[in-house]
């Protein structure tokens, strides 16, 4: 049996009160990712998506479940995970070049001063900034700067990037320029790619699965909706296919009607959605591990 690249087993997180009890954010997380997937994770405030990504990236510890990638237990941060957070986090005292260099050279310190500058200045230029290259932080707009971290991050090619919320911040004009780039740089390179969304636009746009969670506390994947539409996607034509109009309704009832009480499956993996093939709420569901042994 073929192991997935990613594999998330019963992850729970729980707070102590300090009484001898506690505050269950989630409780069994359970899912896997494929290599090359980009997958999005949707839920309201307080159902922990952010600390399910800080536990992939090893910024946090879960109390209990286990991560496994590429065969090997996740503990601790690691450059093979690489992670793009909402505020930036540019080093204000370098250049937009060297705030790529620096990354670079930690992951590749045999390389030598060319390799690593000509290596940056690429992925610069796939987000449009090779006219910026010395510039400082603060001589950037928000969304200049993001486009620098999502430069940094993809520029050290690590195995799996967590975004979180990336483009939160960002006014809806540069949100769609950022998206775009993100869109062509994923086409590029194909790396697993796990992000924190509250757009319902923006994961079907990007991603190729939906993860959506119940509401806290106690929360869980409730369902993983498949997007099914061809990549590229672009903002200015996905409207037109209208398995969009179908993923879109399916997830916005979801978040407004359902979220409070949906539960997964027996197993405890999220339902597998493909609203696209289904009408309304009579969408068909099946559990992950049944929807792979039918294509087996």
């Not at 090359?36 to 536990?55: A, Q």
């Given at each position: 049996m073929?192991?997935?690249?990613?594999?998330?087993?019963g992850l729970s997180k729980v707070y102590p009160d300090g009484q001898g009890g506690g505050l269950t954010?989630?409780?069994?997380?359970?899912?896997?990712?494929e290599k090359?997937?980009?997958?999005?994770?949707?839920?309201?405030?307080?159902?922990?998506?952010?600390?399910?990504?800080?536990?992939l990236a090893g910024l946090d510890e879960a109390t209990s479940g286990n991560i496994v990638m590429n065969g090997k237990e996740v503990k601790g941060p690691s450059l093979d995970r690489g992670v793009v957070f909402q505020n930036y986090s540019l080093l204000p005292w370098k250049t937009t070049l060297k705030n790529i260099v620096f990354a670079v050279r930690a992951r590749w310190p045999s390389w030598s001063k060319e390799q690593v500058r000509e290596h940056s200045e690429r992925y610069l230029k796939m987000v449009g900034l090779d006219h910026a290259l010395e510039r400082k932080p603060s001589q950037l707009s928000g969304g200049m700067r993001q486009r620098v971290s999502i430069a940094r991050a993809f520029a050290t090619q690590p195995d799996l990037l967590l975004l979180d919320e990336p483009f939160g911040a960002l006014d809806a004009l540069t949100r769609g320029v950022i998206q775009d780039e993100l869109v062509k740089i994923w086409e590029n390179t194909r790396q697993t790619v796990f992000m924190i969304t509250h757009d319902v636009d923006e994961a079907i746009l990007l991603s190729d699965r939906i993860f959506l969670m119940s509401n806290g506390p106690n929360a869980r994947i409730a369902e993983s909706v498949k997007v099914d539409m061809p990549h590229p996607r672009a903002r200015s034509t996905i409207f037109q296919n209208p398995a969009y109009h179908k993923t879109r309704d399916y997830l916005v009832d979801y978040l407004v009607n359902r979220s409070g009480s949906a539960l997964p499956d027996a197993d405890g993996k999220p339902k597998f959605v493909e609203p696209a093939k289904s009408s309304g709420a009579q969408a068909e569901r099946k559990t992950e591990s049944a929807a792979r042994a039918a294509n087996a």
């Open positions: 073929n192991k997935s690249f990613l594999e998330v087993d954010v989630f409780e069994d997380i359970s899912f896997a990712l090359g997937e980009f997958v999005c994770i949707i839920g309201h405030s307080g159902c922990g998506k952010s600390t399910i990504l800080n536990v």
